[in-house]
């Protein structure tokens, strides 16, 4: 079992955890503004709803983030992709727009 260091200076959220991906439950004391959380039962990463989420470094800003649910494919997610960070990729809602503009006759 890891010991997790607690930073004083923070809010701290007790909430009762269910991971979804092992239905280990426990209760969780984390800084509120905590992401995601690693599940004692199974050591995935998984958000307040018990939901595994893939968690990592933005290389443009910085920034940790998140993707929830959990991407099969992460050499999609290697930055942010925030509308105010410089990986911000406009070419994705293109996408959605090309298929919401293919209606046929
Ligand atoms: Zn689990
Ligand atoms: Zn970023």
């Known amino acids: ?16 955890m269910q991971c979804r991906n092992c239905f280990k439950s426990w209760v969780a004391v984390y800084p509120e ?3 995601a959380l690693e599940c004692p039962g199974c050591n995935e990463m998984v958000n307040s709803y018990g939901v595994a989420v893939y968690v990592n470094k933005c290389k443009a800003c910085g920034r940790e983030f998140t993707v929830t649910p959990h991407p099969d494919d992460l050499s999609q997610w290697k930055n942010c992709l925030s509308d105010d960070c410089s990986s911000y990729d406009e070419k994705r809602l293109v996408e959605v727009k090309d298929i919401e503009s293919d209606k046929g006759d």
């Open 1 to 16: 079992m890891k010991v997790v260091p607690i930073e004083k200076n923070l809010p701290h959220v007790t909430s009762e």
């Open 33 to 35: 503004k905590t992401k």
